[in-house]
């Protein structure tokens, strides 16, 4: 198991700007208020030829007595019991508080390496770093995440520690894994759905909506397949994100997510009717050409009559989205969790299937005398030119003259004969000049193209 390295500290002591500058992007969000982050934030990194996975963690503020900090302050003592060493971090340029010394006090009490950091170096007050030391750490290293001052230290001490653990077999980072990322409406159910897979509360669950900020990645493995499960925030109506900077940060943090996954999962909430809002997600999913699974969570509250309502519903409100998997759920039962799973693997592998040009001209001639288009309109070539989504470049004529009807026809036609079920596809129609350039570039002959629509001998 890769050794695991957790960021602890209390809330605004720039844990999360130090997070983003060691592993070299923005994850985590940042944000000039206590309590921004809230879940665990992970990423696998590679020091020194040693892979460890970096863990950013929620401010422990041992005065609240709140359901939802108490929550916050649960998953970073998850992330401390879990870790194999510890980055210890305080503020340098306040005076330390009951916090810091409870911190440090759960920190000594694990018995586990602790790499003491103080940051905000160019802000520092000399009595404030001197009277860190009562914390029983010793010299803080001092540093600046904003400024980038500091960091190459904190990275050799923790490369230092590394070197004390066997090296596991070597992971990719997320690389091999079936990557499914939930999104949706504030409070349907998306937390909920990840800690049920994941068998424990990885994510904070509450009743309060945009209680998710980070989008939460997790390495998870089931039936033998690599998974990385994506948690995101809820994604609310624009106008509601007017005042708001830090749940449009959020946001942003949703959507980037979606980007680096292959199956974006619809979490809709059973209970409630189907809203523009989860018509606006759906289409955030579509425009990213992602897979879709639309999950209609909360099962357990919708009645048999209902379940029919709904999909009723879905065919009249989004029938772009034809072509995925629905399947009602329920997080709180574990009803038909595993199956977003199970389609999530099938709607990958329809996303890295390849169709022979051979066949597929084949086939473009059989659908174009099934139903031919209006006349003037000849269709010259068809080829799949990529995957992870399927993308078809269609040559013809008179692309432009081409009925948007019509080009879906092609698409419904493909989907019919060879699936695709789950994943968009791209449809590219060119002018037919186009095709004979892209054969120049490609150094083919037009009458390779002939051989390659031969018929084969019987």
């Known amino acids: 198991m890769l050794p695991s390295v957790a960021i602890i500290g209390k809330p605004n002591t720039g844990k999360s700007t130090l997070f983003n500058r060691i592993v070299g992007k923005k994850l985590s969000i ?4 206590a309590g921004t982050t809230r879940d665990r934030v992970f990423e696998l990194l590679e020091l020194k030829k040693k892979q460890y996975l970096l863990v950013d963690t929620a401010g422990l503020d ?12 649960k998953q970073s003592e998850i992330a401390l019991n879990e870790s194999d060493i510890i980055i210890f971090v305080i503020d340098l340029s306040v005076p330390l508080s009951s916090d810091d010394f409870l911190a440090a006090k759960m920190l000594r009490q694990s018995n586990k390496p602790v790499i003491f950091v103080g940051t905000k170096n160019d802000r520092r007050n000399e009595e404030y770093y001197y009277n860190s030391f009562e914390l029983g750490f010793g010299e803080p290293i001092c540093l600046s995440a904003v400024q980038n001052r500091g960091v190459n230290d904190l990275t ?3 490369a230092k520690h590394l070197t004390k653990f066997k090296a596991p077999k070597a992971i990719e980072t997320f690389g091999r894994s079936n990557k499914i990322c939930f ?9 909920s759905l990840m800690n049920k897979l994941m068998g424990s509360d990885q994510v904070i669950v509450s009743d309060i909506p945009g209680t998710t900020r980070d989008s939460v990645s997790l390495p998870f493995e089931y039936n033998k397949t690599n998974f990385v499960l994506t948690d995101t925030a809820g994604l609310r109506k624009q106008g509601k994100l007017r005042y708001d900077r830090l749940e449009k940060f959020s946001v942003i943090r949703s959507l980037q997510a979606l980007e680096y996954t292959d199956v974006g999962v619809l979490v809709l909430d059973g209970s409630e009717d189907l809203a523009k809002q989860d018509l606006r997600v759906s289409e955030h999913i579509l425009e990213a050409k992602k897979g879709l699974i639309i999950v209609i969570n909360k099962a357990d509250l919708i009645k048999p009559e209902q379940k029919n309502r709904w999909l009723r519903e879905l065919q009249v409100r989004m029938p772009y989205a034809y072509y ?5 759920t329920s997080a709180l039962t574990g009803t038909n969790v ?4 199970d389609m999530a693997v099938d709607i990958v592998k329809e996303r890295k299937k390849v169709i022979k040009t051979r066949e597929l001209n084949y086939f ?8 031919p288009p209006k006349s003037g309109i000849k269709f010259n070539f068809i080829a799949q030119v990529d995957c992870e989504p399927p993308t078809f470049n269609v040559f013809l004529n008179k692309p432009k003259v081409l ?8 698409e419904n036609e493909i989907r019919n004969e060879y699936g695709f079920e789950g994943t968009a596809m791209t449809l590219r129609f060119k002018p037919k000049n186009e095709l004979q350039k892209e054969e120049i570039l490609s150094g083919k002959k037009p009458e390779d193209r002939r051989k390659g629509r031969k018929k084969p001998r019987k």
Not at 62 to 73: C, M, N, Q, V
Not at 364 to 369: A, I, M, N, W
Not at 403 to 410: D, L
């Open 324 to 328: 995925a998997p629905i399947v009602f």
């Open 403 to 410: 009925h948007f009807s019509y080009k879906r026809y092609i």
């Open 183 to 191: 999104l949706g409406r504030p409070n349907v159910g998306k937390s």
């Open 156 to 158: 050799n001490a923790v």
């Open 364 to 371: 473009l001639e059989r659908v174009v005398d099934k139903h």
């Open 30 to 33: 940042t944000f000039d208020k």
């Open 62 to 73: 041992f005065s609240s007595s709140e359901d939802l900090e108490t929550d916050i302050r």
């Open 338 to 341: 595993t199956k977003i799973l």
